[in-house]
C-alpha cells in the first residue's frame, strides 16, 4: 500500500531529510519519464504549458517533458516511441488513422471549431477572394479543415481560390498581416492584431459552436494498452490544470507570456476571453462527434478517411475519472 504525507510540514521535513542524505523524494525515483508533444505554439494548449509550469505532472507521478513539434512530425515519433503522447488536431490525427496509424483520443483541449476566417480589407467579400491567395499551415491540419467550412459558408470551393500551405501558423499569421494573402483562417492571440491592422472578420466559426478537434492529446493504441496508469495520470494533471485555466486569470495569462511571449496586457485579456468563453467552456471530454466532423471535412479529398470508425478513435474513460478526483 502506498501511505502519502498527510500535512505540509511531514512532507517538507522527510523531503528535507531524503534530499540530505541524497534520496530522491518517492516521485522523482517512481515517476516514469515521457515526452508530450504540442503542434502549434497557440493558446489551445495553455492547459499542457500550465500542467508543466506548475508542477502538476509531479504531483500526479509523472516526469513528463513538452516539446514542440509539428504534426507532421509528431505522428511518427508516437511510432517510433520518441514521443508517448502528441498534441494534434483531429484532422492531423485523421489523416493518420487512414494511413493505418492507430490512435485514440483522450482529451480534448478544444471541442470546437476555434478558428475565424479573417480577409484584407480590399479582398473582403467572396466574389473578391475568387482567385486570391488563402493561406493555411498544412493540408491535414485543423486549420486546413476550418478553411474549407468557412469557404463553404461564403459558397466558395477550394478550386475557387489558391490554397498555400505556409507551415506553422505564425507563417500563416505573419503573411496575411504582410499582405502576401489575401485571407486566412486564425483566431487569438493573432486575431487582437489582425483588428488593430483594419483586417475583415468574414466567418466566426467558434460563435457557431461547432464540433471539433482543434487540438487535443492523442495517444498510440500500443502505448495505451501497455501503460494506462501513465497516461491517466497526465490526464489527471491536464483536468487539473484545465480547472486552474478557468479560476486563475492572472496565472494562465503568465504562462501565455512564458511560452507565447505577449506581453501587452490587452492582447492577453483578448486572448483569455476568448478561449475561456468561447472554447474551455465546452469542457475537455473527447467525443466522438468531434473526431467525425474531422473526418468529415477531409472525406471529399481523402477517400480512405470515409472508412473510420469515430467512435473507436475516442477513449473517454480517462477525463471520467479525473472528473471524479
Request: glycine share 6%.
Amino acid at each position: 500500500m502506498n501511505h502519502r504525507i498527510k500535512t505540509p510540514l511531514g512532507a517538507a521535513l522527510i523531503g528535507a531529510a531524503a534530499l540530505a542524505v541524497g534520496i530522491a523524494p518517492a516521485w522523482a525515483a517512481d515517476a516514469p519519464k515521457i515526452v508530450v508533444s504540442y503542434s502549434q505554439k497557440v493558446a489551445d494548449y495553455l492547459p499542457l504549458w500550465i500542467a508543466d509550469d506548475a508542477g502538476l505532472f509531479k504531483k500526479h507521478n509523472v516526469d513528463v517533458t513538452t516539446r514542440y513539434l509539428p504534426a507532421q512530425q509528431g505522428i511518427p515519433a508516437v511510432l517510433t516511441g520518441q514521443i508517448n503522447l502528441v498534441g494534434i488536431g483531429g484532422t492531423d490525427a485523421a489523416s493518420a488513422a487512414a494511413a493505418g496509424t492507430k490512435l485514440k483520443l483522450v482529451f480534448t483541449f478544444s471541442p470546437v471549431n476555434t478558428f475565424q476566417f479573417w480577409a484584407r480589407p480590399e479582398y473582403a467579400s467572396a466574389e473578391k477572394l475568387k482567385g486570391q491567395r488563402v493561406g493555411i499551415t498544412s493540408t491535414t491540419g485543423s486549420l486546413y479543415a476550418g478553411t474549407l467550412l468557412a469557404l463553404k459558408q461564403l459558397k466558395l470551393k477550394a478550386s475557387d481560390v489558391q490554397i498555400t500551405p505556409l507551415g506553422p501558423i505564425t507563417n500563416v499569421n505573419n503573411a496575411l498581416l504582410a499582405g502576401s494573402i489575401a485571407a486566412a483562417c486564425s483566431h487569438p492571440p493573432a486575431s487582437y492584431k489582425f483588428k488593430q491592422a483594419g483586417l475583415v472578420e468574414l466567418v466566426d466559426l467558434p460563435a457557431q459552436k461547432i464540433p471539433s478537434v482543434s487540438d487535443g492529446i492523442w495517444v498510440s493504441e500500443d502505448y495505451l494498452k501497455a501503460h494506462r496508469d501513465v497516461v491517466q495520470n497526465v490526464v489527471d494533471a491536464l483536468f487539473e490544470a484545465f480547472e486552474r485555466e478557468k479560476s486563475d486569470r492572472a496565472y494562465a495569462e503568465t504562462v501565455m507570456t512564458k511560452v507565447l511571449g505577449i506581453k501587452d496586457r490587452a492582447q492577453l485579456d483578448f486572448t483569455y476571453d476568448f478561449y475561456v468563453k468561447e472554447v474551455v467552456a465546452q469542457g475537455v471530454m473527447p467525443a466522438a462527434e468531434q473526431v467525425q466532423a474531422n473526418i468529415d471535412s477531409l472525406a471529399a479529398a481523402n477517400p480512405r478517411v470515409k472508412k473510420l470508425n469515430a467512435a473507436e478513435m475516442v477513449d473517454q474513460s480517462f477525463v471520467k475519472k479525473a472528473e471524479k478526483k
